[in-house]
């Protein structure tokens, strides 16, 4: 049997969907959690578009996370495709879908059980749910995309007795299994008092915009030079440090000369607990065992399934700036910042427009 080839697909928030057939520049392919992580997703759109031989084919799908692991798996369903002349556009509705981590996850498509391609699913998570696992995430993920980050260190008292405001620094720095590596010395960065600490201050600001992200405390332990963690760590921070004069000498001048030390941050505070997971909500009727093991559902749209209804409310997409000035606050790109700020104008005067049609209903 000849194979269905799948021209594009995408995996949305479902209001940022209804948003984007008001204002198509609002369309932003983000799965959100508004609960925080780990949390469950809001209803998301599954779009696609097969291009395949004419007559009934079978299809499913399944969203896996960053480590391969399945965390939905939809119904097979009978679809219909036109002929290799058409394109036959499908959606569906996924609710219930756990997510546990903001990292890129994979959606890929099925048909007559032959795996047709796979795309990414990209995840955004807002606040609420266990805070430290979101703070945690956000923290990691800023520094992957960032090269500098901002140390505050406490510093001695003056001759007098007097204390004095912690000095305040950006610095370049290695990111290692979730622990972040620091040089200072002569030749270098030189970051007073780093090494005779116990606890710094980390902020991670907003490539494009500076604004402040994250600001986590982190313990300080020293890295002593004839350690092999120095070496493997120092061989990373070659690749890393621009304008290097002495190239890989550099590192023997490290270990001469500069002082490396292991800052591990700290994202819940001492003695908290994370929050104990509540019981799954029974899966919706007719989901049936190919919920999947988040126990999601998916309702379809289009070959015979029942049609999304129309809304007939129409709203000129304007820019909610409070919202985009909060966006932009939390180190939000000005892209997606924007895309949001629309759909939210879009929500509220559409909120606004049925509460009126309905008191309207009521009056007359």
């Not at 480590?67 to 119904?75: A, K, L, N, T, V």
């Not at 099925?110 to 696992?133: H, K, M, T, Y």
């Not at 490290?254 to 104990?276: I, Y």
Request: aromatic letters at 6%; hydrophobic letters at 40%.
């Amino acid at each position: 049997m000849a194979r269905a080839d799948l021209h594009d697909a995408l995996a949305l928030d479902s209001e940022i969907y209804e948003a984007s057939r008001v204002d198509p520049s609002l369309l932003d392919p983000v799965v959100r959690v508004d609960g925080g992580l780990p949390g469950v997703a809001r209803p998301a759109m599954i779009m696609r578009r097969y291009q395949g031989p004419q007559g009934s084919s079978t299809e499913y799908f399944t969203i896996a996370d960053d480590q391969g692991r399945e965390r939905f798996r939809s119904s097979v369903r009978r679809i219909h495709l036109s002929g290799e002349m058409f394109e036959d556009q499908f959606v569906d509705t996924v609710r219930g879908l756990r997510i546990d981590s903001n990292e890129e996850h994979s959606l890929t498509f099925f048909v007559n059980d032959e795996e047709v391609a796979s795309i990414p699913v990209f995840i955004e998570a807002g606040l609420g749910g266990d805070p430290w696992v979101a703070l945690e995430q956000t923290f990691t993920k800023a520094l992957q995309k960032g090269s500098i980050l901002w140390l505050e260190v406490p510093q001695p008292r003056d001759r007098r007795g007097r204390d004095v405001d912690p000095h305040q620094q950006p610095v370049w720095f290695v990111l290692d299994s979730g622990k972040v590596y620091v040089l200072s010395g002569p030749g270098e960065q030189q970051v007073p008092n780093l090494g005779d600490v116990s606890e710094v201050k980390l902020t991670v600001r907003s490539k494009d915009h500076r604004s402040r992200i994250v600001q986590v405390p982190a313990s300080v332990r020293v890295v002593p030079p004839d350690d092999a963690l120095f070496n493997r760590i120092g061989r990373s921070g070659l690749g890393k440090r621009l304008n290097l004069r002495d190239g890989d000498e550099a590192l023997e001048r490290w270990r001469a000369n500069c002082t490396m030390v292991e800052l591990t941050a700290r994202f819940r505070p001492a003695g908290s607990r994370p929050p104990q997971p509540r019981a799954a909500a029974p899966a919706a009727a007719g989901a049936g065992a190919d919920a999947g093991p988040a126990a999601a559902t998916a309702a379809g749209e289009g070959n015979g399934a029942p049609k999304m209804a129309e809304d007939d409310i129409h709203v000129e997409a304007q820019l909610d700036q409070e919202v985009f000035d909060q966006l932009i606050a939390e180190g939000k790109s000005e892209r997606v910042a924007r895309a949001k700020a629309k759909a939210a104008y879009v929500r509220r005067e559409k909120a606004r427009i049925r509460a009126d049609r309905e008191q309207d209903k009521v009056s007359s």
